[in-house]
């Protein structure tokens, strides 16, 4: 069974302090990793797609990386307006069409 | 472009009232359409996803029922709801060989 696991649950930062999240994943065979953001009472916005060990995406203060067991979603110089809760998800092989989402780190970034 | 739309935006129902959540996306055809809940401060739990009209692939077993009576339209159903009901529906959908999942604003769902 695929299993992703994020890390920290909670992350306060201050504005412009940068910093990364984690996502672990133990999967047989690895189709895609995405990486979303939801604010609060939305649903999730789609970031980024990565699908091998190596690969680099950005998107303004957010870069996400991957390697063969996990991905980092780094920002760099937050502002109040990256906070949301952050997702990140695995599609392989065995689960055509489905994704298994981890249960997402939570970013507060203060003035 | 391809929008998703889904209603009601909030709903609060009795336990033992019955459901109609609806999904509609514009754009695209022939899409891949799931259902998730997100239960408060947890990920999300894949219901139900369809890859074509009429086809419905269940992943957990509930009183929640899921159709696709028209190629962009889906709809979550339950006959009577239970107090575990409660959370946040979520529809999205996907196309083709792209994997990644475009979601819709949810329906917040209180059971009483």
């Known amino acids: 069974e695929d299993q992703v696991t994020q890390s920290p649950e909670a992350l306060r930062l201050q504005e412009g302090e940068s910093s990364s999240l984690n996502c672990s994943y133990t999967v047989s065979g690895l189709r895609g990793l995405f990486w979303y953001r939801q604010d609060p009472g939305k649903g999730p916005e789609f970031l980024f797609t990565l699908y091998s060990a190596g690969e680099e995406k950005e998107k303004e203060r957010l870069k996400a990386t991957l390697t063969k067991k996990e991905s980092f979603l780094h920002i760099t110089a937050p502002k109040p307006e990256d906070s949301a809760t952050y997702l990140c998800?695995?599609?392989?092989?065995?689960?055509?069409?489905?994704?298994?989402f981890g249960a997402g780190t939570t970013v507060t970034v203060r003035a | 472009s391809q929008t998703i739309h889904q209603w009601p935006a909030t709903l609060v129902q009795p336990v033992g009232s019955p459901l109609s959540l609806e999904c509609t996306v514009e754009g695209t055809s022939n899409p891949n359409l799931y259902w998730y809940r997100q239960a408060a401060g947890r990920g999300l739990q894949l219901l139900f996803y369809?890859?074509?009209?009429?086809?419905i692939s269940s992943e957990v077993p509930q009183n929640l029922s899921a159709s696709r009576p028209q190629d962009r339209q889906f709809i979550l159903s339950s006959k009577k709801l239970l107090l575990s009901d409660s959370g946040f529906y979520l529809c999205?959908?996907?196309?083709?060989?792209?994997?990644?999942?475009?979601f819709g604003p949810g329906t917040r769902l209180t059971v009483t």
């Open positions: 999205a959908w996907s196309v083709g060989t792209a994997y990644e999942q475009y």
């Open positions: 369809s890859v074509g009209i009429g086809q």
């Open positions: 998800a695995v599609q392989t092989p065995s689960n055509d069409y489905k994704l298994s």
